[in-house]
C-alpha cells in the first residue's frame, strides 16, 4: 500500500523560507514522479513543482520559479519542496503527490494529507 506523508507547513512572514517533506512508503521503484500542488480558499488545485524520482528532471510553474526548489532523497523516500523569499499568494494548503504525469493532476495516483503553508504580509 502506497502512503504518503506531507509536512511541514506553518505560519511565516513575508520573504521567510519553508521547507516541506513529504515521506513515501509501498513504491518499489523510481520510475515515478513527485508533484506538489496547491489549493488556496476558493480556488483550483494548482501545480507547483514536479520531479522525476529516477532522474531527478524537474519542473516549476512560472509563480514559483527562482523561489522554490524541489528535491528528493532516494535514501529517505523523501521529497522536499524548498520555499524561500515566501509571498502571501503562496499561502495554500500543499499537497505532495507521485504518479506518472507532470503538470495534471489525474497523472497522479496517490496523494499526501494535505499541510498548510500561511504566509503574512
Known amino acids: 500500500q502506497v502512503q504518503l506523508v506531507d509536512s511541514g507547513g506553518g505560519l511565516v512572514q513575508a520573504g521567510d523560507s519553508l521547507r516541506l517533506s513529504c515521506a513515501v512508503s509501498?513504491?518499489?521503484?523510481?520510475?515515478?514522479?513527485m508533484g506538489w500542488f496547491r489549493q488556496a480558499p476558493g480556488k483550483e488545485q494548482m501545480f507547483v513543482a514536479a520531479?522525476?524520482?529516477?532522474?531527478?528532471?524537474?519542473a516549476y510553474a512560472d509563480s514559483v520559479k527562482g523561489r522554490f526548489t524541489i528535491a528528493r532523497d532516494g535514501a529517505k523516500n523523501t521529497g522536499y519542496l524548498q520555499m524561500n523569499n515566501l509571498k502571501p499568494e503562496d499561502t495554500a494548503v500543499y499537497y505532495c503527490?507521485?504518479?506518472?504525469?507532470?503538470?495534471?493532476?489525474?497523472?497522479?495516483?496517490?496523494w499526501g494529507q494535505g499541510t498548510q503553508v500561511t504566509v503574512s504580509s
Open positions: 503527490a507521485v504518479g506518472s504525469g507532470t503538470y495534471d493532476t489525474d497523472d497522479y495516483d496517490y
Open positions: 509501498g513504491l518499489t521503484h523510481s520510475d515515478y514522479a
Open positions: 520531479t522525476h524520482w529516477g532522474d531527478g528532471s524537474t
